[in-house]
């Protein structure tokens, strides 16, 4: 059997013009791209009702609140990192690329079993490291379960099992029922 061959990486002019050919969504790290793999129906719901609460809003704000297909564009450690959240809510009237997003004021991801560590860990590294971020929600598709890590003089984190859920970028609150 013949050796793996290593994969060249790709630039990110390359992985931008590839994602607006493609079928499938991929995320990019440094040079190399990840598919992404599809969403179950109760994934898609539960962005659906945080996107459909927070909608209204956002109106009448400089703010957009944008649901799976809008990238955040991350530059952290020499590295440029492009990932799809299931949520983007971007305030800055500045940042209006039509295909990403650089300085978001909120990111949610919906927890898979596929996506947990990931989500936990590597995205969380690389979210707080935006200027820009205040608040970057965590939601558990398979229990009733927010996690909260939210900007203060440092990076805090609130679980959230009962009650409302907080959206300080819009200064709203959300009850869990709502959500999940």
């Known amino acids: 059997m013949g050796r793996a061959q290593p994969v060249e990486p790709i630039s990110v002019q ?94 949610v991801e919906d927890l898979s079993a596929s996506t947990r560590r990931v989500d936990q860990q590597e995205k969380l590294a690389a979210y707080i490291t935006l200027p820009s971020l205040r608040e970057y929600l965590l939601i558990d598709q398979d229990r009733m379960l927010v996690r909260v890590h939210r900007r203060s003089a440092d990076w805090e984190g609130q679980t959230i099992s009962l009650g409302v859920v907080p959206f300080a970028c819009l200064n709203v609150e959300l009850s869990l029922d709502i959500i999940i």
């Open 14 to 107: 390359e992985y931008l013009a590839g994602e607006l050919e493609s079928h499938v969504r991929h995320e990019y790290i440094d040079g190399t791209v990840y598919a992404m793999v599809g969403a179950s129906d109760r994934h898609g719901l539960i962005a659906l009702n945080v996107a459909a609460a927070l909608r209204p809003h956002v109106r009448g704000t400089p703010c957009q609140l944008f649901i799976t297909d809008m990238k955040v564009r991350i530059q952290v450690k020499g590295q440029t990192i492009f990932y799809y959240p299931d949520l983007i809510l971007s305030c800055d009237p500045g940042d209006r690329h039509p295909y990403f997003r650089t300085s978001p004021c909120m990111v």
